[in-house]
């Protein structure tokens, strides 16, 4: 089985500049999480997708993040514009369903605001 | 208080040492149990995985969860270098799908 897919691995942007995340899920997977991970932080949720539809986006800065899932599948995330403190991995994460499954990672994209 | 509390080392220890990591929490409707083991430049990779309370034992690996004490632990036998990494703990209620981590505990197994 396929892992979950993220690209880039590397992002280096200058503050007020614009970054886009890609993520493939795990086939199958219904749901689809979005995470920041903070160095020496336990990963946080930004946002969770049930098929295409946002099922949790109450910790994601609207501001100037926004993600989508278009066909429940692949999914983007996008920050515009960056701030020094969105330094951090994102980590996509997908499960069968949204309730008893266990989440898979991918390896995240490593983004660097300087 | 956080929600989920881990101790984030680091933690060294010499191979084959039996290693003890935890994590207290503080919602009673958690239910559900994880240990992610993440190594450096990779996304967490989910090691043990636990309904309400009990042990669970996945080779040199054993989860134990105590929900009267609020507390659950991860315990490495026959600990290897190979087992270096951050161990990160995780937990949620039933039927919900916010999961929420502890800081994690950096760990070294010495040769």
């Known amino acids: 089985e396929a892992g979950v897919a993220q690209s880039p691995r590397y992002k280096i942007i200058e503050k007020r500049q614009s970054v886009a995340f890609w993520c493939n899920p795990i086939?199958?997977?219904?749901?689809l999480y979005w995470y920041q991970q903070i160095l020496g932080q336990g990963p946080k949720l930004l946002i969770q997708?049930?098929?295409?539809?946002?099922?949790?986006d109450s910790q994601l800065p609207k501001d100037r993040f926004s993600a989508e899932r278009l066909k429940g599948v692949d999914s983007t995330l996008k920050i515009q514009p960056a701030k020094l403190e969105d330094s951090a991995v994102y980590l996509c994460?997908?499960?069968?369903?949204?309730?008893?499954?266990?989440?898979?990672f991918g390896n995240g994209t490593r983004l660097t605001v300087t | 208080q956080k929600e989920v509390e881990q101790d984030p080392g680091p933690l060294s220890v010499p191979e084959g040492a039996i290693v003890s990591l935890n994590c207290t929490y503080s919602?009673?409707?958690?239910?559900?149990f994880m240990w992610y083991r993440q190594y450096s430049r990779k996304g967490p990779e989910l090691l043990m995985y636990?309904?309400?309370?009990g042990n669970k034992e996945d080779g040199r690996f054993t989860a134990q969860v105590d929900k009267s004490s609020k507390y659950i632990s991860l315990f490495i036998r026959d600990s290897q270098p190979s087992d270096s990494a951050t161990y990160l703990c995780a937990m949620k209620g039933a039927g919900s799908y916010q999961l929420t981590f502890g800081k994690g505990t950096k760990l070294s197994v010495i040769p």
């Open positions: 994460a997908s499960s069968l369903d949204s309730a008893g499954s266990p989440l898979h």
């Open positions: 919602n009673s409707a958690f239910q559900y």
């Open positions: 636990t309904y309400s309370s």
């Open positions: 086939s199958g997977h219904a749901t």
């Open positions: 997708f049930q098929n295409n539809g946002v099922v949790d």
